[in-house]
């Protein structure tokens, strides 16, 4: 995290008590048992900043299959997102909390830039549901180009994936149609009672997951762009954005999948007058994470980049055994 090289051993790891899907996948994909893939991983803690990380770890390209073969569905992300398309309740009582005490204490930002997952923070909740709901129901995306330079094969391949996704959108329309019925309410409504202006950071990275996450058609990116009415920024663009471009930025749930996470948090803390940073505290932090953070890490990390740090444990609630959550900004 800080590229200190001073260590010692933690009084908390990693969590070890439970076996996630994503390290089973890992496990069934690499042909070993999960006790002799995770066994080895010795668990460390930085003296400068506090972030516990594993040694060995995981080497790039087998983080890297994880993400983009065996396991390139991020379960929670979508979870979410459809929740929110159904109007069913929220997947995640943290976030919706820190959601109100945004509302509550600082009120609707009018730019917010959401980072890592577009459907892990704020933007799910402040998109236009009604968008949503068109993005996931379109048969499938038409290609205004020519095909005649298409091998028969390729022509056929596509054919047949765009017949799939016309099924697939007539589902979701009926699906959609019930759950209205159901509720006797409409399931597109916009949350916030105002409109934000919506900004996604899309990072490939061989911690998370990126090109493979992918549901009704799409990729969580493509979905952040026609579903959220988000702006796609990459991280080359945004180091050439003035500071203070954004009101708020949130990165929920999405440090710890970062591959240069101070770096990041850096350029986001630059661009956003506020930024809400919450994640798995090290008892839910499991072995698909190659490193996780201590209590003292952000307010630390807050303190090296000249941002005030206030801890948000209160406002997540009964949640905060498993979550931290802080607020940083410019001091």
């Not at 801890?311 to 905060?320: A, K």
Request: glycine content about 8%; some cysteine; charged content about 25%.
């Amino acid at each position: 995290m800080c590229g200190s090289e001073g260590r010692t051993k933690p009084t908390l790891g990693l969590a070890r008590d439970q076996q996630p899907e994503y390290v089973r996948a890992l496990a069934r994909g690499l042909d070993f048992k999960v006790e002799a893939l995770v066994d080895p991983l010795v668990d460390y803690s930085c003296l400068k900043c506090g972030t516990v990380y594993v040694d060995p770890t995981l080497d790039d390209a087998v983080a890297s299959r994880l993400f983009m073969n065996y396991a390139p569905v991020h379960n929670w992300g979508w979870g979410r997102f459809v929740k929110r398309l159904l109007g069913d309740s929220p997947e995640s009582d943290e976030v919706e909390a820190l959601e109100a005490f945004v509302r509550a204490e600082i009120g609707l930002p009018d730019s917010y830039l959401e980072v890592g997952c577009p459907f892990g923070g704020f933007a799910l909740m402040w998109a236009d549901g009604a968008e949503m709901q068109r993005a996931v129901t379109a048969s499938a995306d038409e290609n205004l180009y020519s095909n005649q330079g298409y091998r028969r094969l390729l022509r056929a391949n596509l054919g047949l994936m765009k017949f799939s996704l016309r099924i697939s959108a007539g589902v979701t329309r009926l699906w959609l149609a019930l759950s209205r019925v159901k509720r006797g309410v409409s399931t597109s409504s916009r949350n916030s009672g105002q409109e934000v202006k919506l900004a996604f950071l899309a990072q490939y990275s061989m911690n998370r997951w990126s090109y493979g996450c992918r549901a009704f058609g799409l990729t969580c990116t493509e979905m952040a762009s026609k579903g959220l009415g988000a702006d796609v920024l990459s991280l080359g663009r945004l180091r050439e954005m003035p500071n203070n471009t954004f009101s708020l930025a949130g990165i929920i749930n999405s440090l710890d999948h970062a591959d240069e996470p101070l770096e990041l948090l850096r350029e986001v803390t630059r661009v956003s007058k506020r930024v809400i940073v919450s994640g798995h505290r090290l008892v839910e932090a499991h072995m698909q994470h190659r490193f996780a953070f201590s209590d003292v890490t952000l307010p630390k990390l807050a303190d090296e980049l000249g941002c005030s740090c206030q801890n948000l444990r209160s406002v997540v609630g009964d949640e905060s055994a498993k979550w931290f959550a802080y607020l940083l900004a410019k001091s």
